[in-house]
């Protein structure tokens, strides 16, 4: 006996990760200063891919020990001079004493630089301990109070949603990140993270703790896993074992690793901006493609002038 033909049923079709996106979200890149003329062209080359997108800002840092001070200058100046995204400089603690910091503090803000990323910074000898300059500033927060003494300076700080590694636990990196606050930042950027979670659980712990600053998290495209585990052990950064899996046998493939890189970090955005995200600061590490694809995937598209 044959049995009645049962009436198909739609499925739901599911929604697309970024199907929401809608490009309302603000972007932030950050680059690196060249160590050569090569690598100047190159970083000059992402700036201009990038600066179509119109991004909050642009920000330059610095080698370890502040080594690359003076290419950092001369880098934030060029964006300053030759283009009109808002350029924001890094300044440490490190290997300097507050009159030298004000100083190049006080030559920012006179070639137009009215943003500055203030850091600790590391030492420059890989593991060493972190000791402050006898007459500079002791860390982050005083560099924040100085900086505003100096001039009105828009100022953001890192933070570390997996608590940085030097912290003696999760509530002690709060009140650091609280006394930058109060002494002045107006945004913190998170260091890299690879789980979405690990982000938006560290957005209500900072809210639940009444501390009133605009989080914003760093997003790095990772196309070298060994590169990137190196820079996690500086920073406090978990690497999930699933992320070696999947670069594991392209190491002479590099289109195919920058394929899942953008892959793997736009879906990260995705959820991000499912959580309540709207402005993405990414670790360019000078690559621009990388960037450029996930903000498409955001619904950020490139403003051409008239």
Same mark, same amino acid.
């Given at each position: ?181 109060? #002494? ?24 639940? #703790? ?50 899942? #890189? ?45």
């Amino acid at each position: 006996m044959s049995r009645p033909a049962l009436a198909a049923v739609p499925l739901p079709e599911p929604a697309p990760l970024f199907a929401a996106a809608k490009g309302d979200i603000a972007v932030s890149f950050e680059f690196f200063p060249p160590k050569t003329e090569k690598m100047a062209e190159v970083l000059w080359s992402s700036v201009q891919t990038l600066a179509p997108l119109r991004p909050q800002f642009v920000s330059v840092t610095y080698g370890a020990g502040g080594s690359t001070r003076e290419r950092t200058h001369a880098t934030v100046e060029r964006i300053v001079r030759e283009t009109d995204l808002p350029a924001a400089a890094h300044l440490t603690c490190v290997n300097a004493c507050r009159d030298e910091i004000n100083t190049i503090a006080r030559s920012y803000w006179d070639s137009g630089v009215r943003h500055i990323v203030a850091l600790r910074g590391d030492p420059p000898e890989e593991g060493a301990t972190y000791q402050p300059h006898p007459d500079g500033y002791a860390d982050a927060a005083a560099l924040v109070a100085g900086l505003k003494h100096v001039a009105p300076f828009e100022i953001s700080v890192a933070c570390y949603p997996e608590v940085h590694p030097q912290a003696s636990c999760a509530a002690g990196d709060l009140d650091n990140l609280r006394r930058k606050v109060d #002494a002045g930042a107006d945004r913190a950027i998170s260091q890299f993270f690879f789980s979405p979670e690990a982000f938006l659980r560290f957005r209500d712990r900072v809210a639940a #703790a009444k501390i009133d600053v605009e989080l914003v998290p760093g997003i790095l495209p990772v196309s070298n896993v060994g590169q990137t585990r190196k820079f996690a052990g500086q920073c406090g950064a978990g690497i999930p074992e699933w992320m070696d899996g999947i670069f594991e046998g392209l190491d002479d493939q590099p289109t195919a690793r920058q394929l899942i #890189a953008a892959t793997v970090a736009a879906e990260l955005c995705g959820q991000l901006y499912a959580g309540g995200v709207r402005h993405f600061h990414f670790y360019t590490l000078n690559r621009a493609e990388l960037a450029y694809a996930i903000c498409h995937l955001l619904g950020v598209r490139a403003k051409v002038a008239a």
